[in-house]
């Protein structure tokens, strides 16, 4: 395969000394990067994988009988190489991460359906977000579920409801518990959360409010997007 030089576009168009522009710039930037190094390895690896695989397919069909289990089995092995290359990169990042934050989420909480017995109610339309906060999103969404899932008591029942009105976009999770939830719930939630609602709030200028009851825990973002800008 190839060797290719990824090359990203560090200018600052900004003024240094504003702060939010400046963290903004960091996550815009840090976004970009990982973007474009997640495509090299779907477009350049796993096509690779596909090429040889499709080689060796060919090649099976040209072998005695006698030897037809041995490339079933390295061809088994390569659709597993394929298939845990795939969910590396969907791991860094979604595929729908560019393109639609409902459809990025739908993805991203598949691991939870079951378990915790999750509902979703997504936009159907969804006005284009800065990468940076689409990606912020994504990471707290699945950090917030990570979470729950490591604490006591488990959730009996869950919604996560994402939707724009009049250009104000709101993200809801609600977890309903029995028995009633504990402070080291409290507590462990609130310290996983803090870093990624006080960076969504300073970039997105939101409301970001946790509530904790005695046998709930919510969680509401509001904000709405400014314009986007080419970077």
């Not at 089995?73 to 394929?82: G, H």
């Not at 609600?174 to 960076?199: D, G, H, I, K, M």
């Not at 046998?215 to 970077?231: G, H, I, V, Y």
Request: net charge negative.
């Amino acid at each position: 395969m190839e060797n290719k030089t990824v090359s990203i576009r560090t200018e600052l168009a900004i003024e240094t000394s504003n702060h939010t522009e400046l963290l903004r710039w960091w996550h815009r930037y840090q976004a970009q990067l990982l973007n474009q190094e997640t495509d090299f390895v779907r477009n350049g690896l796993l096509q690779e994988i596909i090429a040889l695989r499709r080689r060796l397919e060919v090649a099976c069909q040209t072998q005695p009988a006698s030897q037809q289990v041995s490339y079933s089995a390295q061809l088994a092995e390569m659709q597993r190489l394929y298939e845990l290359v795939e969910d590396f990169c969907h791991r860094l990042e979604s595929p729908y991460q560019q393109d639609s934050l409902p459809l990025a989420l739908q993805s991203a909480l598949k691991p939870w359906i079951r378990s915790f017995n999750l509902q979703t109610e997504l936009a159907q339309t969804w006005s284009a977000e800065p990468i940076e906060q689409t990606r912020l999103l994504l990471l707290l969404t699945k950090t917030l579920f990570s979470t729950l899932s490591t604490v006591d008591p488990q959730p009996i029942k869950t919604l996560l409801t994402l939707e724009e009105n009049n250009g104000g976009k709101q993200l809801w999770v609600q977890a309903e518990y029995r028995p009633s939830l504990a402070p080291t719930f409290v507590a462990s939630v609130e310290q996983a959360l803090q870093p990624f609602l006080e960076t969504f709030r300073l970039l997105a200028q939101a409301d970001c409010d946790p509530i904790f009851q005695s046998n709930q825990f919510s969680l509401k973002l509001s904000w709405r997007s400014p314009a986007l800008t080419s970077s």
